[in-house]
């Protein structure tokens, strides 16, 4: 225990010696919060939009103001022509084109439908899809006061009454859908993980580039003492940068913290060590700092975007789903999610708890198992 | 008990590191392993502070088995890699209070032993490791390995990149370090270093060469060596490969050290038949051997 505490001491002090390390702790977390949650947003503003209008009456002309009064559509254009158009589009100049064909009216008084063009630029898929969104509700919008004028107007011999069903969608656990308390707990596991797993990693892998574990190979160290030693600072480090973090969300964005704050740092506690437990594992494997640092970020990359913290894990095609299931970041942010805005006690986690401590058990047992002080 | 090798070893993938290498340090010795880089030294470093497992051969420490009873070993050795490996963001007095307490003592326990050395390196204990010259660093690398008094000490190449002061320096040290006796395992690539220790191994290509003290190596050393010098050194060098009577040369310093035949060719057969060929400023004397000529002739 002595050895263990006298390893521990020694680490700290060379992990505050490290020059990089303050910045690292504590300005990190500060402007990864600030600028990730500001700045990855998935919210469209500004969207140009142009319009090529055939019929020239009454009702394509309602249906462009209709348009123009939505505020996201920041810019609008009339083209004579769809060749116009298009050819504005190529050029980066609008996002979306709305074609109005011949005889609109006419076809709506006579037929009761028609149809009409619309064209998005697909590059950024993600925009386009939620253009498209915005783009019909605006002409379901438009549709509704139509056919209400319709009926009206066209003195039918039934006259039935008309019936309208408008959907109010009620957000539960974020009710104005803001975006950053959706994605400052997320960003707030990534925060955690990434600093955890690229130190632990390198860290251990240093002591073999300087050539130090040859020297302490040689020593009655144990295996247990010089593990435990080595990973727990990074251990406090993480609880550390987790608690920084959940100041920032608090006091800066106002995110709520609903649940109680020590089922977050227990789960935090379980989670860290398999994130240790990866580290090791892959500085078992490398033999400087660089390889260390290529393969976590290997790992990083693809635990990040399996997460569930950008996309939806919902939205994944369903073998991508069964991967998320061996991803850890996925369970923390979930976890933080549910906890966090949902006010979750440990009885509604205790799923995410019992796979996280299984997922510890099995990582540290491997990492152990593959440390080895004899070639 | 000191170490006792047998028969060992190793191979990486597909090439032979040493093979079938056996040696004795006797308890108290301070015994040399000499040979060029990548004579299989380091290996042999390796197998002996457990840090690697022969392919075959039986190696023991002190008298403990050191694939069975490595545990044990670890205890009682000390062992000063090759390259500089204390912790360079440590304090000079924080590595050798680090060391102490991984093997459960203090420093003003054994501090007699390192009083010597350590009283060279106090006035800069407060530095950062990594900000002392080459050969504090060694002073304190030994320091580090002595401080939980060995019975056995291993030293790879530590005056490798040292000034020749601190090498002379550190090798007064370690004759000082036998009063304790204390077994040193010592290896190095300077030949002048040899004939400081008590018994040397000369060893390469993973093989063995002799084993004996350096002065009755140089004693049973029947041949005669002649030193040749003249004004054109690369030409001398060529030419004396060409001579009928030749059996080894090579370039010592400045001059080239010559091994005939048979002790029967003179001094003048020799300085005639550089005259031959053009040679002036001919300088032909015999001399006492080193270990390094002994190397050359055996190797």
Known sequence: MKIILFIIQKEFKQIFRNKAMLPLLFVMPFMQLLILS????????????????????????????????????????????????????????????????????????NDNQTSLSVIINAIDGAAAGIENVYVTQVIKDFNQSIKSELVMTSFDSENKPYFNVIAIPSFWYNNTLNYKTYMVPGILVLLVTMLTLFLSGMNIVREKEIGTLEQINVTPIKKHQFIVGKLFPFWVIGLLVLTIGLLIAKIVFSIPILGNVFIIYGFAALYLMVILGIGLFISNFTETQQQSMFISWFFMVVFILMSGLFTPIESMPVWAQRITYINPIRYFVEFTRMVMLKGSDFYEVRIHFMIILAYAILVNFLAIWSYKKVN | ?????????????????????????????????????????????????????????????????????????????????????????????????FFATIFGTTISENYHLIKDIYTQIEPYKARRAGALSGGMKQKLALCCALIHKP??????????????????????????????????????????????????????????LKIDTPQRLIQN???????????NKYLLLEDLKAFEHKHSVFAFGDSMHFIAKTDLVSKKEIENYLKTKNHSDIEVNKIEPTIEDIFMDLS
């Not at chain 1, 503003?45 to 559509?73: A, C, E, P």
């Not at chain 2, 040899?194 to 040397?200: K, M, V, Y």
């Not at chain 2, 050393?221 to 004004?231: E, H, L, T």
């Open chain 2, 221 to 231: 050393f029947s041949k005669i060596i002649w030193n040749i010098k003249s004004s």
């Open chain 2, 151 to 208: 019975k056995v000490l291993f030293l790879d190449e530590p005056t490798t990149g040292v000034d020749p002061v601190s090498r002379k320096e550190f090798w007064e040290m370690l004759k000082r370090l036998k009063q304790f006796g204390i077994t040193i395992l010592v290896s190095t690539p300077y030949m002048d270093e040899a004939s400081l220790c008590d018994r040397i191994a000369l060893i390469q290509k993973g093989k063995i």
């Open chain 2, 1 to 97: 008990m000191g170490i006792l090798v047998e028969n060992i070893s190793k191979k990486y993938q597909n090439t032979t590191a040493i093979q079938d290498i056996s040696f004795e340090v006797n308890k108290g010795e301070l015994f040399g392993l000499i040979g060029p880089d990548g004579a299989g030294k380091t290996t042999i470093f390796r197998i002996v502070t457990t840090l690697l497992i022969p392919n075959s051969g039986k190696v023991t420490v002190a008298g403990l088995d050191v694939v069975q009873q490595y545990k044990q070993i670890r205890n009682i050795v000390g062992y000063m890699p090759g390259k500089f490996s204390l912790y360079q963001d440590l304090t000079v007095e924080e590595n050798l209070q």
């Open chain 1, 38 to 109: 500001n700045a990855a947003s998935f919210e469209i503003k500004n969207i140009k939009i142009g319009f090529v209008n055939h019929d020239n009456s009454q009702t394509s002309y309602k249906l462009i103001s209709k348009f123009q009064s939505v505020s996201i559509f920041s810019l609008s254009e009339n083209f004579s022509t769809i060749k116009d158009a298009e050819a504005s589009m190529e050029q980066g100049k609008v996002d979306v084109i709305v074609e109005i064909p011949n005889h609109l009216e006419k076809k709506l008084l």
